[in-house]
Structure formats: structure tokens, C-alpha cells
């Protein structure tokens, strides 16, 4: 029994060896859940920013590049509540933290992510 249980556990071993040789290490992203899903879609796409977005970012004393470094590599919360999801193009509330806004609204239509206004109390762009 117990040479049972060894030789069960070698194999085991082996087999750990071999799929980490085979496979290697590899970028794996695990989207089960709506907001890593909707997140990683978005950033797989086109990024552009409206105008009005842009001038909130002036007003804040932003730049796009700076935007887009946070969509890119931040930590973004998709707020579905708040969201427009029925239809061709979407339009999602995207959360953040730690920045001079506090979310902003983005329009998802054509594989194309644009930002189309920033939420902040210090910026007001029509």
C-alpha cells in the first residue's frame, strides 16, 4: 500500500515536470467573472477620447497619455448598474481610485473604447 501511495506521487511529480516543460511559463489571464470580462475586452480594443473628455482632462491638469495609462494598467471597477448595456454600442461607468476623478463613461461600439467624459466635482465641459 504505501509503495502504491509512492509511486502515485512520483507520477504525479513527473507529470507537474513535464506540463511546466511543455508549457512554460505562460501570460495567463483567468476573465471568469462581468467586470474582468468587460475590462479585458475593453482594453483589447482601439483607445480614443471624446472632446469633452478632453477638456476635462485639461481642466484637471491631465493628459490623455496619462488616461490612458490608468485604463491601460489600473485597477478599473465596472459599475453595471449605472451602465448602458442593451443594444450595439454599449456605454459603461468605469470606477477608479486614487485619481483627481472619480469615474468616467466610456462608449464601447465598433472595437473602439472611447472615453467620453470624465465624473469629477472640479470640471465642468459641455
Request: charge should be negative; charged fraction near 25%; aromatic fraction near 10%.
Amino acid at each position: 500500500m504505501l509503495r502504491r501511495i509512492f509511486l502515485y506521487l512520483v507520477g504525479v511529480g513527473l507529470g507537474i515536470v513535464a506540463s511546466i516543460m511543455f508549457f512554460g511559463d505562460r501570460d495567463i489571464d483567468f476573465s471568469y467573472f462581468p467586470n474582468a470580462r468587460t475590462v479585458k475586452h475593453l482594453r483589447a480594443q482601439s483607445f480614443d477620447i471624446s472632446e469633452k473628455a478632453m477638456c476635462q482632462l485639461t481642466c484637471l491638469g491631465l493628459n490623455a497619455s496619462s488616461l490612458e495609462k490608468v485604463f491601460k494598467d489600473g485597477d478599473l471597477d465596472v459599475d453595471f448598474g449605472a451602465s448602458d448595456v442593451d443594444g450595439m454600442c454599449r456605454t459603461y461607468r468605469i470606477e477608479v481610485e486614487d485619481q483627481s476623478y472619480v469615474s468616467f463613461m466610456l462608449d464601447d461600439c465598433d472595437s473602439l473604447s472611447m472615453v467620453l467624459s470624465l465624473e469629477s466635482s472640479a470640471c465642468v465641459c459641455d
